[in-house]
């Protein structure tokens, strides 16, 4: 894609609305001196994917620029990126890129906004423990 077009595709994309780009829930939302540019990485997240991602979060933060963002009221985990002086999509394509890849990290690391909550099993010494108290062999 041209620049050109790069530019009119961005120019007719709502502004506050959240919009499926590449696959992903994303939107620009202008205030008065800036634009927050934010997507959805978990809906629903569980306690641990929670404190799962917090863990590597400010790392990818410092690499990419968005940074955690964990919307208690609407159980959401999202990335979230300030843009001084931004006004429409267009002041927003390079930002917009780097938010893109930083998504395509944290799907390649397993973080899904499609997918089910992690199961959380048993621990291997628990089990064993269980095993001993109930005198199972298996």
Do not use: C
Request: charged letters at 15%.
């Amino acid at each position: 894609m041209s620049d050109e077009q790069l530019q009119a595709w961005l120019a007719q994309l709502p502004l506050g609305q959240v919009l499926d780009i590449d696959g992903e829930s994303i939107y620009l939302k202008l205030h008065g001196d800036g634009a927050e540019l934010g997507a959805l990485l978990l809906p629903a997240p569980t306690p641990l994917q929670v404190r799962n991602a917090l863990q590597a979060g400010f790392s990818n933060a410092r690499l990419y620029g968005a940074g955690l963002a964990y919307q208690r009221n609407e159980n959401k985990l999202m990335l979230m990126q300030w843009l001084p002086g931004v006004s429409a999509w267009q002041d927003a394509a390079d930002p917009l890129e780097q938010l893109l890849d930083q998504l395509a990290g944290w799907r390649a690391a397993g973080v899904s906004q499609n997918a089910a909550p992690a199961a959380v099993g048993i621990n291997p010494d628990e089990r064993r423990v269980r095993m001993q108290l109930t005198g199972s062999r298996s």
